[in-house]
């Protein structure tokens, strides 16, 4: 009777994971496909509990990583994390101390600081964005020699 269950708890985790397509009920419908051989070689449900648990969250810790990077690869980055490793140009002065610095990107203005306390960017040199916090842009200056291009 066991067997049955764990047949059962798979179609069902596999219609969850198709329905929501969330790479995450994948993995304990792993699970029940070893506890189901578990119960097919008559160990105990304690045993075979174990198994699903021990086998779902291995499966879930190693393979999910991996598996997101296949699936997510052609995801495009929107919104603030799109600015993240663009270039953009300084339109005020940066200087964390006073506070002060704006940049443009794509023709919309950015606050900014420079990522380096100590930096001050003057107007018009070229930056990459590091991070984005809140409404600020994080930036660090281009070295001269990849600003010429």
């Known amino acids: 009777m066991d067997m049955i269950g764990?047949?059962?708890?798979f179609v069902i985790l596999i219609g969850i994971e198709a329905a929501t397509m969330a790479l995450t009920t994948i993995w304990f419908a792993g699970g029940a496909v070893f506890a189901f051989f578990?119960?097919?070689?008559?160990?105990?449900?304690?045993?075979q509990l174990v198994v699903f648990l021990i086998?779902?969250?291995?499966?879930?810790?190693?393979t999910r990583p991996l598996a997101m990077r296949f699936v997510n690869r052609e995801t495009v980055k929107t919104n603030v994390d799109g600015?993240?490793?663009?270039?953009?140009?300084?339109?005020t002065k940066i200087d964390n101390n006073e506070p002060s610095g704006?940049?443009?990107?794509?023709?919309?203005?950015?606050?900014?600081?420079?990522?380096d306390e100590a930096v001050t960017i003057p107007v018009g040199t070229h930056v990459v964005i590091k991070e984005?916090?809140?409404?600020k842009l994080i930036v660090e200056m281009?070295?001269?020699?990849?600003?010429?291009?």
């Open 102 to 115: 704006a940049t443009v990107v794509d023709g919309q203005e950015w606050t900014a600081r420079s990522a």
């Open 38 to 47: 578990a119960a097919v070689l008559g160990f105990s449900v304690q045993t």
């Open 132 to 135: 984005v916090r809140g409404v």
């Open 142 to 149: 281009i070295p001269e020699t990849e600003n010429r291009n």
């Open 83 to 91: 600015l993240i490793g663009r270039k953009a140009k300084v339109i």
């Open 55 to 62: 086998v779902s969250f291995v499966l879930l810790l190693f």
């Open 6 to 9: 764990w047949l059962v708890a």
